[in-house]
Every structure is written in structure tokens, then in C-alpha cells.
């Protein structure tokens, strides 16, 4: 007992075997009929029980690796022996029973680790206790069971027709969940239906009448009940699918909601919308188009199907005027948002919808041009809500059979052309709606919707207003010859029949469904059988239009992903070949370029130095003013009779101009030096290399733009007049630097004003000698007139040196008489008009020769110019006159670089971003077919990846 507590016994068991092997070793032809050997066969006998209970020990236990004791070898000994035999047996079924410990301790070791496994796995696992307390509970579920319970409990009408094809498969599928109710411990008893036994006493054929008559009672109610639960259960699941949405991952839900695969679809056709290229590549995506006459009904089915009032409310007038692209999709937040806006209305708040109705009439009438009555322009808004079926609508404007006042005159047409536009794509579901309410001879919309479907493959019908149908109707029936499509000549994939509401503006979503409903629960219609369930109510129907919606998206998709895939080969062929060594810039891009360039020409304004602005500011002014200064001024005053009177007559003549006209023409004279630099900057970059000609109007048009916006600061009009002002009050010339200044700046202009007068009488009296024989060049009589009555003039000339500047009548009569007497005839203002330049050739000389006298003067003139020396008061007023177009230049320039450049450059970017929303500015602008092909290709490319985006996403949902 203590080897084999100890472990040591099996070792002892073998060596005792492998003494004794030799003794069990015998063969049935040694064995003899002697007591000597038969004493040896019962020690050998008793040898082998005690072999084998070495060997049972054995099996229990696992020889070492490193212990090289063999198991004990047994040699059976050929006996007849029964009990041998079984020893045998006993063995063999030991050597077998070893592999169940293996087995044994595989299964323990494999469920450790399974469990090890298993508590790792559940640890990282997400906590969702927080789902209790939205599942149902048990009660909730005994309910739902009992109510399946009744519902199979009426199920013993005679199986004919309809419902011969439907109760086995409803009778299997109750059956099915009894079933697994009363599996998981949850007992229901059946009851029999009441009413289904009568009295014996009755006639079996009334009896049999009745029977079926309560049955098909009881049959029509389990399935308003039946049509509850489904509703109750689904309006728990919309609530279950916010709770999730608002409790679970917000930020993949957030993610998901920004990029869902309703709104990837909506993206694609709003960049189909208004796309146009030369390959006729048309937009033949799917989308739900909503058609039907006016007041029929459309937009309230819109509006049930997006369970919200969100379009403009009227009585009998027609409130669609513009296509409205409605994208229905799901989210936890009931929320409306156009396309172009981040405001998003809640529309569980009347507020919210009020606004929201208001901004859809409101761009309806902006889209609409003037003179018209309808739009083609598409308005784009998205609808979100928990429970919407994700869907594309397109709500049209309403059929109309008569043109009323106030309307355009092809407004019949319009509408007409865009229904049979939108209709015409051969993937678009017809929602065509027809009213209820009026009769169907008076029909427009199903001959025009029969015309362009023929088949019905892609029509669904609806009779909306059904609850005014049936009370006005005296044949019951004809609403069920439309629903069957038996009354209209048009073929539909399905009909339905919905109620809209009551005819109150005011009723909210959830009043017209429940009014739908009890209307339906309560119609002779429906509880006749005329109507099926699965046609009734707008529920039904935008289940079955979703359904349709998405099988249309997935069987028509691909083909239009290839479509545009070869639009954008065929776009970028012409590309390369007609414009190789350029960059596919659309409009915008090269708005932008243009942009860059005018703006680095408005900066290099500031670049200019002062010394060129006052330089340019001071010789556009002096051009201005020497008219003035010559005619209205110094002419007047260098006739005066003495130095007093001069300087009176300048002085009264320089102080009304200053106050008058002088600031306002240095203004002027501001504002086109600024656009003279300006514009020689612009065309200093238009001659660059990298200049592309194609900016030329984009910038062009700009900077006359801006330049007609600009205007002086009322300011600076204000400061330079009192500059100027002050400026030519001062008669003291400082030094005598300035004195020779204003001597030089008088002989210059004296200079530049005798070569004008002596080209002016070149003018009058012809060519002289020298051209006439170099240039073969004649005078005309009026010429050799004129070179006649000058040689008199001059005559008057010379014999009064300080004449006047006008001709006495004496003169004129003289001077006419005396050319009478050469055969020459000339009137009073032929002289008078021949006097005028011959004078003022002879004033400037005059005037000239004493600047030279007085370049030397300043002396005399620090001494108050005495009677000995020269009279020199005209340099005087040349030097006021030269020092305030100095000042005036000065202060313009100040002006210009501190203030006016800075206010240009900020009208320029007002300007180029005016343009930049202005699509039809920019397509003037910038023209051509480089620049609509680069549009072209830029849409088509973005259409694509689109496209492949919404595939990859469809595919992955499926």
C-alpha cells in the first residue's frame, strides 16, 4: 500500500514480471498429463491474475521519459480456459478505456482556456446596460404576444381567393412565434373565436351567411389592430433610433449625418443642376418627381411624406412657382436646411416652420424674372428627422388649364415644358397625384404623365382627397376602378389612396394622420374590401417610393458613373490638343489670377517716389491753369498803367481764384494724376512675359470700376485751400536763389507761349518763301490776305511800341483803306481776328525781354524797385504762382500716398469682390472657349468622384 501511495509500485510490479517471464513461457505441446505439470499450469494460472492486475495498475500510470522501465509484456498462453478468455477481454477493453483520460484532460485544459478567452473578451466589450431601459419589457412582450394570440384566433374563414394565398404563411408565422413564446416560458391560452357556434334551429345557409359575415367582421378589425401594433412598435423604434443616435457615439453619428448616402446623392444632382457641355451628356439620375394640376394635393403629400408644414400656404392660387428639391433623409433632430445656408429650422417649433415657409416664398419670387410667372431655377432643401425615408423629391409647379390675369401669357406653356423636362429622364419616378374630389374626365396630369410612361414602369398614382371622394360619390365603386387602374388610360407601378388633411391650414402633421387614419378605419371602402391596407395612407406609400427610389439608384447608377467617365476623357482630349502648354483654370481660378496681378499693380503705387508724383502733379496743374494765369490774370494786370495798379488787379484776380476755383481744380488735377499712374502701372504689367492677355478685361473693367467709385476726402479739399490761399497772399521772395528761379520759370513759360502764338500765325498767313520752293507749298487768297493785313499791323506796331491791346476804330479804318489800295477787301473782324496773335506775339517778346532784364533785379527789388531801376513786379507774380504749384504739388502728394492710395487699394477689393458673386460679370468678362472647356472638365471631374464616392458608399451599405 505505501509503494502505490508512494507511486513506486508499478516499478516493483514490472521487475517482479520480467523475473518470473520466464516461467509463464510454454507451449501447448510441452504440457503433459502429469500432476507435476498440472500443478505448474494452476501456478501459472495464478501468475496470470496476478498479471493482469499489474497490468490494469499499469495503464493508470504514465512511464517517464527519462525511466527506461518497460510495461510489463504479456504472452498469452492458447488455453480453452473461460476465465483466461475473459482476462483477455479484460485487457484489451483497458488498454482502450486509457484514451478517455486524454480526452479528459484535453476537454479541462481547452475549457480553461476558453473561459480565460471568454472573460477577456467580455471585459473589453462596451458596457450596454444603458439599453434596458429603452428594450421592452415582459409585459410588453406578453401584450404583443396576446395580441397575436387574437389575431390567430380569427383565422376559420373559408380559405378562397386572397385569403387562401396569405393565411398559411400568417398561420405559420404566428405559429412559429407562439412557438418561441411558450419556449422561453411565457403561456398563452386560446380562446375561441365568439359567435362561431349558432343555434341548430337556424337555417344552415343563413347560418353559414352570418358565420362569415362576423368573421369578416373580426378579420377586418384584427387588421386595423394589427395595423395599430405595427405603428405603436414603429413610433417606439424612431424614439429607440434618437435615444441611440443622442446617447451612443455622437461623433460617429455626427460623421454619418454629415456624409450620409442620401446626402452623397443629393450633392450629385445639385452639381447636375444647370450642367451644360457640348457632348450632350444628359442627367439621367433618379429622383421622385411630384406632377399634377393645380390644388390637386401635391406639396400636402410632400408634406406628409417629410412629416413637417414646411411649404407656403394658399387657397386656391398657385404658391409653386420654382422646382423644390426636397432630400429626405434620417437623423434625431427634425431639422430643415436650404443648400446655401448654415441656419437649420427646427420644425417641432410653429415659429421655425412660420420662418421657414416665408424663406421659401421668399425665393420663389426672387427666382422668378420679371414678366414671368414660373422659374426654372431649382431651390434646394434637406429635411431630417427620425422616421423619414431617405428620398430625393422634386415638387413641380401645378398643371393649369387657363391663364388668369396677373399671369404671364406662356405661363401655361412654361409649366407644360418644365413637367415634360423633368418627366422626360427615363430613371425618374412619376409621382403623378390626382384629386379625389373632382371628376376624372376633368384630368390633365394622367394624359400628360400616360404620354411620356406608357408602360407605367416608373408611375406611382395617388388619389389624395379620397375622404371627399367618397362622400360625393354615388358609385362607390369608381374609386375602386382607379385604384385598380381600370378608369384612367394609364398604366402605374402601384395606387394608393391618401388623406391629406381636413382643409385646415392649421392643422399640425400629427392631427391630419390621425384624422387619415380613423377616416380609413371607419370608410365603407376599406371595411368592404375595395380597398387593400397596403394602399391606403401616406405611410405606405413613401415606404413603397423609397423602395422603388433606391432600386431605380442602384440599377441606373453605374451606367451614368460610365457616362460622364467618357465626357471627361473626350473633354480632356480636346484639352491637351488645342491648349498643350496650359493649366485647366476655370473661371474662378483665373478671376483669381486676375485678381493677384491688379492687386500687385494697386501696391506698386507706393512705390512711386514722391520727387515723380510731384513732378507729374505740377505739370498736369500747370497745364490745367496757364490758361487762366495768362488771359484772366497777368494780361489784365500787365496792362495797367503803373506798378500800384498791377499789383491790386493781381492780387483781387489770385485771392477770388484761390477761394473760388484753385482747390477744386488741384482736386481734379489729384485724382487724374492718380488714375494716370495707375493706369501706366497696369499697362506697364500687361507687357510682361508672364502676362496672360485673357486678364486684359477682367482688369480693365476693374479699374475703371474702381476709379469712378473713388473721390476725394472733403477734408483734404478743405486743407489744400487754405494751403493755397495762404500761399499766394506772400509777394516776399525770400532769397535770391528763388528770384532766379521764378525768372527761369517765367522764361520758360513766355518761351512755350510764343512758339503756340507763332505756329497760330503760321496758321493764318500760309507758308513762308522757304517752304514754298523746298516744300512746293502755295497760299491761299485768304492767307495772302492775311499776310497783307499783317504787314500793316506790324506797321502799328512798330510806331507804338506799348500799344494797347485792342485796335482803335481809327486803326481799323486805316488799316482797311490802305489795304483797299492793294486790291485787298477785308471787313472789320477779319483785322480785329488778324490783330489778336500778331499783339500776343508782341506782348510775349515784350515780356520776355524784361525777364531778361531782370535777372538782375533782385537788388532793385529788396530796395522797393525804385524809379531808376527796372520794374520787376511780374517776376513777382511768376514766383507766387511757381511756389504754390510747388505747395499744391506737395500737399496732393502727401495726400495721395497717406490717404488716397490706401482707399484705392480698398475699392479695388470691394470692386473685384462685387465681381467675384456676380456670375453673369464674370462670364463677360472672361470668355472664350479655353475658359468654358476648363469649366466643363472642372464639372464633369467633380461630378465623377462624386459619383464614384456615392457607389463606394452604396456598395459598402449593401
Known sequence: MNRLVNGKFGPCCSQVLKHRRSLVRYHPEQIC?????????????????????????????????????????????????????????VRAVSRLLKLRYLVLGGAVAGGTTLKVKYEAWKEKFPDLSWMDEYMPDSEGLRGAVSGFQ??????????????????????????????????????????????????????????????????????????LRYQREIERLERENRQLKKALLLKGDRSSFSRREKKSLIDMYSEVLDELSGYDNSYNTQDHLPRVVVVGDQSAGKTSVLEMVAQARIFPR?????????????????????VAQFKDSDRQFDLTQEKELVALRQEIELRMKNSVKDGQTVSSDVISLSVRGPGIQRMVLVDLPGIISTVTSGMAADTKESIHDMLT????????????????????????????????????????????????AEKASTNPNRIKQ??????????????????????????????????????????????????????????????????????????????????????????????????????????????????????????????????????????????????????????????????????????????????????????????????NEFGTLVEQDSKKNDHDVIYDDVISCVQTESLSRHSWLPSNKENLRVIQFNTLEDRSVHDKQQWDAAVQFMEGILQEKMKEVDKNINELTGPSTTEKWVYWKSQSQEQNDRCKTKEELDKIIQSDVKHKDTLTPDEVTTVRRNLFMKNVEVDDKFVQETWNPIYRKHFLQRSLNLAQEC???????????????????DIVLFWRIQRMLHLTSNALRQQIVNTEVRRLEKEVKEVLDDFMEDEKKKKKLLYGRRVELAEELKRVRRIQEKLEDFIAALNKEK
Open 314 to 334: 394658399g387657397s386656391g392660387e398657385m404658391m409653386t412657382r420654382s422646382p423644390v428639391k426636397v432630400t429626405l433623409s434620417e437623423g434625431p433632430q427634425h
Open 421 to 468: 423636362h423633368y418627366m422626360s429622364n427615363p430613371n425618374a419616378i412619376i409621382l403623378c397625384i390626382q384629386d379625389g374630389a373632382i371628376d376624372a374626365e376633368r384630368s390633365i396630369v394622367t394624359e400628360l404623365v400616360s404620354d411620356i410612361d406608357k408602360e407605367g414602369k416608373r408611375t406611382i398614382f395617388v388619389l389624395t382627397k379620397v375622404d371627399l
Open 482 to 675: 382607379i385604384l385598380d387602374g381600370k378608369l384612367f388610360p394609364m398604366k402605374a407601378l402601384g395606387y394608393f389612396a391618401v388623406v391629406t388633411g381636413k382643409g385646415n391650414l392649421n392643422d399640425s402633421i400629427d392631427d391630419i394622420r390621425k384624422y387619415e387614419q380613423e377616416f380609413f378605419r371607419g370608410s365603407e371602402l376599406f371595411r368592404s374590401g375595395s380597398l387593400k391596407p397596403s394602399q391606403l395612407t401616406t405611410q405606405n406609400l413613401s415606404f413603397a417610393v423609397s423602395d422603388i427610389f433606391w432600386q431605380m439608384v442602384r440599377g441606373s447608377i453605374e451606367q451614368q458613373a460610365d457616362t460622364y467617365k467618357a465626357s471627361r476623357f473626350n473633354l480632356e482630349t480636346e484639352w491637351k490638343n488645342n491648349f498643350p502648354r496650359l493649366r485647366e483654370l476655370d473661371r474662378d481660378e483665373l478671376f483669381d489670377k486676375a485678381r493677384g496681378e491688379l492687386l500687385d499693380v494697386t501696391m506698386a503705387l507706393g512705390e512711386i517716389t514722391p520727387k515723380h508724383w510731384e513732378d507729374a502733379i505740377s505739370k498736369l496743374l500747370w497745364k490745367r491753369v496757364s490758361n487762366h494765369v495768362f488771359k484772366n490774370i497777368y494780361l489784365p494786370a500787365a496792362h495797367s498803367e503803373d506798378a500800384g495798379a498791377f499789383n491790386t488787379r493781381v492780387d483781387i484776380e489770385l485771392r477770388n481764384w484761390a477761394e473760388q476755383q484753385l482747390s477744386k481744380l488741384s482736386v481734379e488735377v489729384g485724382l487724374q494724376t492718380l488714375q
Open 33 to 89: 498429463h502429469t500432476a507435476r505439470q498440472s500443478s505448474i499450469l494452476k501456478h501459472t494460472m495464478h501468475e496470470r491474475t496476478l498479471q493482469i492486475l499489474v497490468l490494469r495498475y499499469s495503464t493508470l500510470t504514465r512511464i517517464n521519459k527519462f525511466d527506461a522501465t518497460p510495461r510489463p509484456k504479456i504472452v498469452y498462453i492458447r488455453t480453452q480456459n473461460p476465465r483466461m478468455v475473459a482476462g483477455v477481454a
Open 855 to 873: 535777372r538782375k533785379g533782385f537788388f532793385h527789388y529788396q530796395r522797393g524797385f525804385n524809379e531808376t531801376g527796372p520794374q520787376c513786379h
Open 150 to 223: 387574437k389575431f390567430i384566433s380569427h383565422f376559420n374563414l373559408p380559405e378562397k381567393g386572397w385569403l387562401k394565398r396569405n393565411v398559411n404563411s400568417i398561420k405559420g408565422f404566428v405559429a412559429d412565434s407562439s412557438q418561441a413564446v411558450k419556449e422561453s416560458g411565457i403561456h398563452i391560452t386560446m380562446k375561441a373565436p365568439e359567435g362561431s357556434s349558432s343555434s341548430s334551429s337556424k337555417d344552415p345557409k343563413r347560418e353559414e351567411w352570418d358565420r362569415l359575415e362576423q368573421q369578416k367582421e373580426e378579420f377586418l378589425e384584427a387588421q
